[in-house]
């Protein structure tokens, strides 16, 4: 039994398979991880870890475990999404624990969740004392959610009674020294208006010195070169050498 | 079009990967006379019947090679541990045959026949 060729097979078999499935369950995992999820995501990854490596066992036992929790995932996730009730059940719900800048002990106690939690998470959003606080939910992921009350609110351009100008997405015109055509012509412009642009305005001859171009909603272009001379003032390693 | 292709070849690298995990009942299978096991065992079997120690031990190095194909077959979708049992058990054999016990060369036999028919169930 040759063991290197077989861990280079049953690797490629639990890479591509947990691809697979990572891709099918979706950006959930990572933007909206619940306890739940995070231990889902530890379980399947260490069967896909076994499955390459524990070659006491034969790959199909390893696979079959490893599609089994996704089915599982699969399933709940259809569940959730179909039914309210089964999915306050399974993920829990957002829990208010300050409100009107007095905290909640009776809710905290129950989720088992500590003031000095509840203090840290504050200052990590900027506030030092829970009396600024209007309403502060632990949301299901087990991060923060805090709305200031409205005294010690930023002051926005709406309160002023300024009038803003649009604000979109930019759209990428250059990556990696390739034109996107499909993003120009999607901005309405051309091959030729954009190296007109890069000649006039930054002395560019080639797109492909370009490392990315950015066209914001006001018109304005942001160019980033491969070759840029920056100064650095400071050095902030304390060794020297690559850091 | 592009969406249906989109799902399919996922779908058709899961069931390649399901295929060839499940494949060792199929792979264990001679592909010649020069790597059918179970002939070779049944052989070796009369031969020690018989006590017919050197065509014994010629069968049993044919037996020997036929495993080496076989292994190398079996290796991707089988245990360490069931190839490991096998080859134990040719290994006890050989020398059993070389010390012309019967009672021993016959026990090992039983239990190779035993190893080689649980192989991919």
């Known amino acids: 039994m040759n063991e290197t060729l077989v861990v280079i097979f049953r690797g490629i078999v639990a890479f591509t398979t947990l691809l697979i499935f990572t891709r099918i369950l979706g950006k959930q995992q990572i933007s909206q991880l619940t306890y739940f999820d995070y231990i889902l995501g530890i379980t399947i990854g260490s069967t896909a870890s076994s499955l390459t490596t524990d070659l006491s066992i034969r790959p199909w036992a390893h696979w079959v475990g490893l599609f089994i929790w996704f089915l599982a995932a699969i399933i709940l996730q259809v569940i959730t999404l179909k039914s309210r009730k089964v999915s306050k059940y399974f993920d829990g719900e957002p829990t208010i624990v300050i409100m009107n800048g007095k905290i909640m002990e009776d809710a905290m106690r129950n989720m088992r969740y500590r003031i000095t939690d509840l203090l840290e998470q504050l200052r990590i959003k900027g506030v030092f004392s829970p009396s600024q606080v209007e309403f502060a939910i632990l949301e299901t992921n087990g991060k923060l959610s805090v709305l200031k009350k409205s005294q010690y609110q930023n002051l926005t351009p709406k309160d002023m009674n300024l009038d803003t100008k649009y604000k979109g997405l930019p759209v990428e015109l250059i990556y990696d020294g390739i034109i996107l055509e499909q993003n120009l012509a999607q901005v309405g412009l051309d091959e030729e ?49 690559a850091n | 079009m592009r969406n249906i292709t989109g799902y399919m070849v996922p779908v058709i690298i899961l069931i390649i990967f399901a295929v060839l995990m499940l494949s060792i009942s199929y792979l264990k299978q001679p592909l010649a006379k020069s790597d059918d096991m179970m002939q070779y065992v049944k052989l070796i079997k009369s031969d020690i019947k018989a006590k017919k120690w050197n065509q014994a031990d010629e069968n049993f190095k044919r037996l020997k090679e036929a495993w080496k194909k076989v292994r190398s077959r079996i290796q991707f979708a089988a245990s360490n541990g069931e190839i490991e049992d096998l080859s134990n058990n040719l290994a006890r054999l050989e020398g059993a045959i070389e010390a012309k016990d019967k009672l021993s060369s016959l026990i090992e036999l039983s239990e190779t026949k035993n190893h080689w028919k649980s192989l991919g169930k």
């Open chain 1, 193 to 241: 208006w954009l190296k007109s642009q890069l000649k006039n305005l930054l002395n560019i001859e080639d797109p492909s010195e370009v490392n990315l171009a950015l066209l914001d909603t006001q018109g304005k272009l942001y160019v980033d070169k491969y070759d840029e001379e920056v100064e650095i003032p400071v050095n902030v390693s304390d060794y020297p050498g």
